[in-house]
């Protein structure tokens, strides 16, 4: 091919993005620990398996403790560096926390086993990633700053280019280009690459999902383009709202100069374990399978979708799903076009179904797109439109500053206020960050069996229907297991309550 030979990494999102979003976030520890060893013998750059909803749900649906799964996965991982996903000043919740419970946070996730933090805000403002990304560095992990790559008239290669160089002289190890809801084109990707490979020191990993169906091309013209790492997940968790499969990357890429390495028979024999853990769910396939070209149309997360057909089918008013779908693009553009990632999406999206079911645009307006204008969630990309800045806010100016700067430190005082109640570090740090869940978790974590790799056994056959777990659709689920506004939006419609749209205080 007359190229110079460069090895591809993998990064395997099995054990978190590919099980969250096909499974919404349901797989337990003790699915995952039976097969840790042929993993850790596969040879993978990274493994990501924590982070992102993982957090929330362990505690929420799973009683487990996210931090004894973290602990456990990093005793049986003897080789292979341990990877996390961190929303920025967000951590893994859904409001921006003081400085010092961020810092507090990466110091103990590293503690704990993690190698590799990927860090990214849901608005591509770089100052809500400096405190993490500082901290990550100070506990000696890898800092690896994301992009949140979208489409709109502000979002160009240009444009990220700038944001990557950035984020290389904050003190990045390396850049992601985060396309969260399979966006990037084949080309695009090798244009963006290419672009940044030759601006930046650092390598450069690609993390898309294969919801519009080009996700597994977008990565082969990366490859060429010169990407040092690509996230995939195991076959029979991968494609749908989920990566591009391991094995067919590994694969294709077989005997070429970017070939990967891996043992395809070991990848294999793991996937096969995975198709014994999905039986345990009952997965829709056209989730699975499908491809959902309307995140093309209208530029939004084919997941998405599905979260505003529930919602409208809860309302009785599935009829005006495609009058959502194009109030969705004028919402997001008279928010000055931020990328759709939690929790931007979840606001936009949101509040396009309200417009819609309330029948007048902004009659009823969201406590958090109130607070997105008032910029405590941080600067928009664009120009918010001024009829909406005014309605909202009057005369009162934005605040144009860093929203973190408005929070007062929590973690000593929360120390002080719960001394009789927690008393570890990592349980404190789980209670400031969803203090309903994390208390009623705790109170009732001392009843529990503590989890052991000697009570793990493998599934050793399909179990009957009665015994599945039934996820319904699972990108609906996701949303309720992050308890954003889109389930409080279902409820208190249901109940004629318009005025309580807002996040649970957890």
Not at 154 to 167: R, S, T, V, W
Not at 312 to 322: E, M
């Amino acid at each position: 091919m007359g190229q110079i030979k460069k090895k591809v990494g993998i990064t395997d999102t099995t054990l978190r993005d590919a099980h969250q979003s096909l499974l919404a976030t349901r797989m337990r520890t003790e699915e995952m620990l039976p097969i840790t060893t042929e993993i850790d013998q596969v040879g993978y750059h990274s493994l990501e398996m924590w982070g992102g909803a993982t957090f929330d749900t362990c505690m929420r649906f799973l009683k487990e403790d996210p931090w004894e799964r973290l602990r456990l996965l990093r005793e049986h991982f003897k080789k292979t560096k341990l990877q996390m996903l961190l929303r920025g000043q967000n951590l893994l919740g859904y409001r921006h926390y003081p400085d010092d419970v961020v810092e507090a946070f990466v110091k103990h996730a590293v503690k704990n086993g993690i190698d590799i933090i990927r860090i990214f805000d849901a608005l591509n403002d770089i100052r809500n990633l400096e405190t993490a990304m500082k901290a990550a560095k100070k506990a000696n992990a890898h800092v690896q700053a994301a992009i949140s790559y979208t489409i709109s008239p502000l979002h160009n290669i240009a444009h990220f280019e700038n944001m990557a160089i950035e984020l290389e002289k904050k003190g990045a190890d390396s850049i992601c280009i985060k396309d969260m809801a399979g966006l990037i084109s084949p080309y695009d990707a090798f244009v963006l690459v290419q672009g940044l490979k030759k601006k930046l020191k650092v390598p450069v990993q690609l993390h898309s999902h294969f919801t519009s169906g080009m996700a597994t091309m977008s990565y082969l013209k990366a490859i060429e383009a010169g990407c040092d790492v690509v996230d995939t997940a195991i076959s029979s968790l991968s494609l749908g709202s989920s990566q591009p499969s391991t094995d067919s990357i590994v694969a294709a890429l077989k005997g070429t100069p970017f070939d990967t390495e891996l043992d395809l028979e070991l990848i294999a024999r793991i996937g096969d374990y995975f198709k014994k853990v999905r039986q345990n769910y009952d997965i829709p396939q056209d989730l699975v399978m499908g491809v959902d070209t309307n995140v093309l149309s209208y530029q939004i997360p084919g997941g998405m979708i599905s979260n505003l057909t529930s919602q409208l089918a809860a309302q009785n008013a599935s009829h005006l799903l495609k009058e959502v779908l194009e109030e969705v693009p004028r919402v997001r553009a008279e928010l000055g076009y931020p990328p759709l990632v939690t929790p931007s999406s979840q606001i936009v999206g949101t509040q396009a179904v309200v417009n819609v079911l309330t029948g007048e645009r902004y009659k009823v307006i969201l406590t958090e797109v109130k607070n997105y204008l008032k910029g405590l969630y941080g600067q928009p990309p664009g120009e918010i439109d001024p009829d909406l800045l005014k309605k909202v806010l009057g005369n009162e100016q934005p605040f144009k500053g860093r929203p973190a700067d408005l929070l007062e430190p929590q973690l000593e005082k929360t120390k002080e206020e719960m001394k009789n109640e927690i008393t570890g570090e990592e349980d404190l740090l789980s209670y400031i960050l969803f203090p309903q869940v994390a208390r009623a978790f705790l109170k009732e974590r001392g009843k529990q069996f503590s989890l052991s790799a000697s009570k793990i056994a493998v599934p050793q056959q399909e179990p009957s229907g009665n015994t599945r777990k039934t996820l319904g659709n699972p990108a609906s689920l996701r949303l309720e297991n992050l308890h954003t506004i889109d389930k409080s939006l279902v409820y208190n419609f249901k109940e004629g309550k318009r005025e309580y749209f807002t996040y649970p205080s957890a």
